[in-house]
């Protein structure tokens, strides 16, 4: 599993594992006890919960221990007038006759319900590094694919990239 993140992603990351280590892990660990402590644990649902809560965040911390050892470090930078992470682009779809917004993001935060592309993605590997006016192919499969030409290109809103670093 290798998945292509910025610095930021891998900084952002450590800090969720360091926090849930520290602080977290203390936290249901004492609930558990505090659970255990009330008698019978066959019947005790507040322990299964407890115990549940911990286990979901150490499952956590190894997810995102993996996600950081095999990450590929990929740069966000980019020049302010192509396409490249963290970017807002409004793509026109010649064969729709639609025009679409989209973000370009990592692969790990692609989602496409949400608009956000990866850079992985058919869309995302066609329009990187492209520029306003350009006219793109994106190819679906080895027989078909489709045009679209790049509308406007503008970099992220502060909270728009903070919504992204979000796992």
């Not at 997810?63 to 793509?91: F, H, P, R």
């Amino acid at each position: 599993m290798f998945n292509e993140l910025t610095q930021k992603d891998i900084d952002d990351m450590k800090a969720e594992i360091e926090h849930r280590k520290c602080v977290v892990r203390k936290e249901l660990l004492e609930d558990v006890k505090t659970a255990r402590a009330h008698g019978d644990l066959s019947e005790n649902f507040e322990y299964k919960a407890a115990k549940q809560a911990k286990n979901q965040n150490e499952s956590r911390i190894r997810y995102l221990e993996k996600m950081v050892k095999t990450a590929i470090v990929v740069s966000d930078k980019s020049k302010e007038d192509e396409v490249g992470i963290n970017k807002v682009v409004e793509l026109y779809f010649e064969e729709d006759d639609e025009i679409e917004e989209f973000k370009v993001v990592t692969t790990v935060r692609g989602n496409s319900l949400k608009n956000l592309i990866s850079t992985e993605s058919p869309i995302g590997k066609a329009i990187l590094g492209h520029k306003v006016g350009d006219r793109v192919w994106i190819e679906v499969n080895s027989q078909a694919g489709y045009f679209v030409e790049i509308k406007s290109i503008r970099v992220a809103k502060a909270d728009e990239v903070e919504e992204l670093r979000k796992f």
